[in-house]
């Protein structure tokens, strides 16, 4: 269940502009925000490699990358959000598709993005999420996620309001999983999970082992 501010604030553009900017002052600002998947994973990475940024709205967090030198691909179901993002990023391959099981073909990007999105896949849908990430990446290739985390003393009244107005139950689901344990149970290797804006935020990156198998 979700109140009705949630329809509302993806009808009506500046609704979810100005959720989003508030959500973003905790890890200064909404650039930031949209910048943390490249600042974590651009010295991993060789110059001009293939990024897929999975669920990728209208192209927000693909900017970053694209503005570093990077390849980008950006898949989502949605097609009026790609019509968007083909206007904002025109520089981007875009993909209709589930992220569950993206028409993409097996160890094509060095790197896969999912930023602030994982949360509102069901756990069962979560984890072939993750696992269609697995797939898609080449051995040694980095997964960054930018998300929730359960927050701090000080922010946890802030971010269950914030659930109950604009999220759903999958997002509350994803707050009680340790997803640092996930990714390493699916096959994923250096997992490093750190916690910002007041632990309210999570950014975990890990790697396809050289011999991971989907």
Not at 132 to 144: A, F, I, N, Y
Request: glycine fraction near 6%.
């Amino acid at each position: 269940m979700t109140s009705f501010l949630r329809p509302l604030a993806y009808r009506h553009r500046w609704i979810y502009d100005t959720v989003t900017a508030v959500s973003a002052l905790s890890v200064g600002g909404v650039s930031r925000l949209r910048g943390l998947g490249v600042e974590a994973l651009q010295n991993q990475l060789e110059a001009g490699a293939a990024v897929l940024d999975l669920c990728c709205g209208s192209g927000e967090a693909a900017a970053p990358w694209l503005a570093a030198g990077f390849s980008v691909t950006g898949l989502d179901i949605a097609p009026r959000a790609l019509d968007l993002a083909a206007i904002r990023q025109p520089q981007m391959h875009l993909v209709e598709g589930l992220a569950e099981d993206p028409p993409l073909a097996d160890e094509r990007f060095a790197a896969v993005q999912i930023s602030v999105a994982l949360h509102e896949f069901p756990r069962k849908e979560r984890v072939q999420v993750l696992t269609s990430c697995l797939r898609l990446l080449q051995p040694d290739g980095w997964l960054v996620l930018v998300d929730l985390h359960p927050a701090g003393p000080w922010l946890k009244l802030p971010q269950q309001l914030f659930c109950a107005l604009f999220e759903t139950d999958t997002a509350t689901a994803m707050l009680e999983d340790d997803l640092v344990f996930q990714l390493n149970e699916l096959g994923f290797c250096s997992v490093k999970q750190e916690l910002l804006a007041g632990q309210a935020l999570q950014r975990i990156t890990a790697r396809k082992p050289p011999s991971a198998q989907p």
